[in-house]
Structure formats: structure tokens, C-alpha cells
């Protein structure tokens, strides 16, 4: 299974520290945010990477290479402009190939154990008629309605009483996106048409989580990372 990280957001929320720095190779307990992915993808045996890129892109192909003092093969997908989630990955296709692959958000922490996501590759692969599945977390302060709601393994499009936060990592089928046009296009209607269909399932993730959205985040994340010797 390949990996896509997403990583082509200029990162607003997080200025100035991504004014002159892309928002992936913010520095978090000694090493650079990405680099947290990646390690644990390493350690997960999933090795073949595609990070998309926009933002003062050539920094971070030039900070992370090809992979490999990692054990990993990354491949990039270069955007002129960032074209938003969906337009990111459907830009990207072509290195993905025709089977689910892992997508994460460049800028959410999470001690998982990607390698769970194989676990569920198997159900996903074995359900035709799912497209994606999604793993969501309690809501943070920061998004207390949440994003969708969850039923039996089915993720629902409207959050409710009972709404969870998209955690930011899923497997994807290439073809919910495949037959869509190129360009600037985010990924919440898509998955929330599919959503409507019955055709995305998800889970609570069982581990810690942070969107490392703000520096204030950041700041507080690292603490605690650097408190517990990490």
C-alpha cells in the first residue's frame, strides 16, 4: 500500500512561522512535523510515498529527498498553486496507481500505529461498495460540533448530536476521485456525496491526536513530546 501525505497548504493560521518556512518542516521536538509521518510509515512497512506539494515546495523536497535515510521512497506531486485536498490527490493519481492507498494530513500528530491501517485495507478491498474509510476523533476544542457522525461503521455526512472529528487520515479508493476534473477542488463535498451513498466507513481512532494547526498548538505539543523524552 502507498502513502500520500498531503502537504501543499501555505499554513495561514500558522504565520509567521510558515512565512519563510513550509508548514510540513515546522520543527516539532527536534525534528521537522513530515518527518513524524514518515518515520512511523517507515516502521509500519509502508514505504512507497507521494507528498504533494506548493508553498515553497522546493524546500521540502530538497529537506526530505528521496526518502531513503528513512527507509522509504518519496515521490512528489508539484502543484503551481495549491489546488485543495481532492485537487491535490487527483493531480497526484497517476503516482498513486489503482489501489487504496493511506492519505494523512500533513499537519495533525498521532501516536497510531499506521501499520492498523493494513488491518483494515482488507475490509476496505473486500467491501465493493465502500470507496474510503476514515478514522475520527473526539472533538477538540477547536471543532466542537464536529464533522460527521458515525454508525456502524459508516460514516454519516452531518455531524448531529453525536458528531466526531475527521482525524485527518483515511484510506482512499482511486476511484472516488478518478472521474472527476482536474483543479482546484476540496475533498469534505466529495466525501460527503459518497457519505450520502453509504459508501464510506470509518472508526474511532484509538490513540493520541493533535491538528497542529497554530503555533500555540505547536508550542504545547512539543512540550509534551519533549517532557516525555521524545
Not at 98 to 127: C, K, R, S
Not at 148 to 162: D, I, M, N, T
Request: charged content about 15%; hydrophobic content about 50%.
Amino acid at each position: 500500500m502507498k502513502a500520500m501525505i498531503l502537504a501543499a497548504g501555505r499554513g495561514q493560521r500558522m504565520a509567521p512561522l510558515t512565512d519563510h518556512c513550509p508548514k510540513p518542516l515546522l520543527p516539532l521536538a527536534g525534528k521537522p512535523l513530515i518527518v513524524h509521518h514518515i518515520e512511523k510509515l517507515a516502521a509500519a512497512g509502508i514505504t512507497e510515498l507521494v507528498i504533494n506539494h506548493a508553498w515553497l515546495g522546493d524546500m521540502i523536497e530538497a529537506a526530505l529527498g528521496d526518502g531513503s535515510r528513512w527507509g522509504v521512497s518519496i515521490r512528489y506531486s508539484a502543484e503551481a498553486e495549491a489546488l485543495e485536498t481532492a485537487g491535490g490527490i487527483i493531480q497526484a493519481l497517476p503516482l498513486l496507481g489503482d489501489e487504496p492507498f493511506l492519505l494523512i494530513n500533513g499537519d495533525v500528530w498521532t501516536d497510531w500505529n499506521y501499520h492498523t491501517a493494513l488491518q483494515y485495507l482488507a475490509a476496505l478491498m473486500a467491501d465493493h461498495g465502500l470507496q474510503a474509510w476514515l478514522w475520527l476523533v473526539e472533538n477538540p476544542e477547536h471543532n466542537p460540533a464536529g464533522d460527521f457522525a458515525l454508525q456502524q461503521q459508516r460514516v454519516l455526512p452531518e455531524a448531529g448530536e453525536q458528531g466526531l472529528t475527521f482525524a485527518g487520515i483515511s484510506l482512499i479508493k482511486p476511484a472516488l476521485l478518478a472521474q472527476l476534473p482536474a483543479g482546484k477542488r476540496p475533498l469534505a463535498p466529495v466525501l460527503r456525496q459518497a457519505m450520502a451513498a453509504g459508501k464510506v466507513g470509518g472508526a474511532e481512532l484509538q490513540a493520541r491526536w493533535v491538528d497542529v494547526g497554530t503555533p500555540q498548538r505547536l508550542q504545547q505539543l512539543e512540550q509534551v513530546l519533549i517532557a516525555e523524552g521524545a
